[in-house]
């Protein structure tokens, strides 16, 4: 069973489905649906479409050098059939496919580890821009500001990672903080006075 890619957006064609077209110099042209076809007879660049994996290799949300792809690369060199090369072939199929879904993920992983620092640094920068917007009127220098915040939030990190090198656990925490908050005992005395001790032995 062979499996062609698309023309226009890379993806899989099974047997039986997807569109050709010939030119005239015989060069054949496959697309998996009627959405690439028409693209492509609009003469759309394929980097230019935010869907296809040209355009996700182009941008860099894609992993595009890699010795993986090199097994994929298509050989007019006649082999003779052996049972064994073909049983070996097939079990490395899997095995570089797995290797490149790892490769992939980590790819993508360091992109969007990126975007979250850049987020941060955003936020800083605009804590430090606007910061005249919720300042108090008799509050001090803004830089003075900023520092307090920065150094909260390394207390904050800093008190995640002892938790974690402690080991307690959330319920733990949880216990610990609603200690704390309880309010403390209050002991309730009931003194007689001397009109209740003089009906009581008038009863008696």
Not at 57 to 67: A, E, I, N, Q, V
Not at 127 to 146: C, F, G, Q, S, W
């Amino acid at each position: 069973m062979r499996l062609e890619t698309c023309y226009y957006c890379s993806s899989t064609i099974w047997p039986g489905h997807g569109i050709q077209f010939v030119r005239n110099d015989c060069k054949i042209f496959r697309f998996c649906r009627s959405r690439c076809h028409r693209a492509f007879k609009k003469k759309w660049n394929p980097r230019k479409s935010r869907w296809t994996k040209a355009h996700r290799k182009f941008t860099g949300k894609d992993l595009t050098t890699d010795t993986t792809y090199e097994f994929e690369k298509r050989r007019n060199e006649p082999v003779k059939y052996d049972r064994e090369l073909w049983q070996n072939t097939v079990k490395a199929m899997d095995k570089i496919q797995e290797i490149r879904t790892k490769r992939e993920r980590h790819h993508i992983m360091k992109r969007l580890r990126q975007g979250t620092l850049d987020r941060k640094a955003a936020d800083l920068r605009e804590v430090r821009d606007y910061i005249h917007l919720v300042r108090a009127p008799n509050a001090t220098k803004p830089m003075e500001e900023i520092e307090m915040v920065q150094k909260a939030m390394q207390k904050r990190e800093e008190a995640g990672e002892l938790l974690t090198k402690i080991g307690t656990t959330v319920s733990t925490t949880k216990k610990l903080s609603a200690l704390r908050r309880r309010a403390p005992k209050i002991e309730v005395t009931m003194e007689t006075s001397d009109n209740e001790q003089v009906l009581n032995e008038d009863m008696e």
